[in-house]
């Protein structure tokens, strides 16, 4: 079975800092993906990055980067310069390569403060 | 695109009623999801079509519930005789077929059970 955990139910930061969002995860699978995300306040979820467990670098996207240690099982969302508008529920999910279940964390809230 | 599309927004009905939500994916997508959100937690997976045939159910996926794709294009997730417990967020996501084709999510119908 696969596993995600979100250890910071919230978190809030300034405007243009910052903020890491923490990921762990479980699985006894080798090939898997991992994303990140967005659901902001009564809108639908959006995805915000995407990692292949089998690639070293880490995925970057704009202002989104993450931190992939697939050895420690860990997933985290660096956000940069942040912007009011990424004030949403972000949540961890895993992938199992050949399936369709998504697995998801419980979630984290970020308010980015003007 | 016109992304992925919910119906009804909000439904509020009592207990041991039926009610029935409609979901429809992109239109280029093969692929159709159903997950239910609790407040405070990330989507759990509830089954998912590949065209019109249902290929995977998950266990939260009681005898009261069921979901249709009759024609490979629009689902429909039922629930008979409503419990408190069915009061969620319900997800609609739909993906292309293919490796890793990200899913992408629909603004949900909350069901709110009196």
């Known amino acids: 079975a696969q596993t995600v955990t979100q250890s910071q139910p919230e978190m809030s930061v300034q405007e243009a800092e910052t903020v890491t969002l923490s990921c762990t995860y479980d699985?006894?699978?080798?090939?898997?993906?991992l994303f990140w995300y967005k659901q902001p306040p009564s809108r639908q979820m959006i995805l915000v990055i995407r990692?292949?467990?089998?690639?070293?670098q880490n995925a970057t996207e704009n202002r989104f980067s993450v931190n992939f240690q697939k050895a420690a099982k860990s997933f985290s969302l660096k956000i940069s310069d942040s912007q009011l508008g990424d004030t949403a529920m972000y949540f961890c999910?895993?992938?199992?390569?050949?399936?369709?279940?998504?697995?998801f964390g419980q979630g984290t809230r970020l308010t980015i403060n003007p | 695109d016109t992304g992925v599309s919910q119906d009804p927004r909000h439904k509020i009905t009592k207990r041991g009623q039926n009610v029935t939500f409609r979901c429809d994916p992109i239109?280029?997508?093969?692929?159709l999801y159903w997950y239910r959100q609790t407040l405070g937690q990330g989507p759990e997976f509830l089954t998912y079509?590949?065209?019109?045939?249902?290929?995977?159910k998950s266990r939260l996926l009681s005898d009261r519930f069921s979901a249709e794709r009759p024609k490979g294009s629009f689902s429909t997730l039922e629930i008979q005789r409503t419990e408190q417990g069915d009061s969620a967020m319900y997800l609609c996501?739909?993906?292309?077929?293919?490796?890793?084709?990200?899913?992408?999510f629909g603004d949900g119908t909350r069901l709110s059970i009196l």
């Open positions: 996501a739909s993906s292309s077929v293919g490796y890793n084709q990200p899913q992408h």
């Open positions: 239109s280029e997508h093969n692929r």
């Open positions: 999910a895993l992938l199992r390569q050949g399936a369709q279940k998504l697995v």
């Open positions: 990692q292949e467990a089998y690639k070293q």
């Open positions: 079509f590949q065209n019109e045939a249902q290929l995977e």
């Open positions: 699985t006894s699978e080798s090939n898997y993906y």
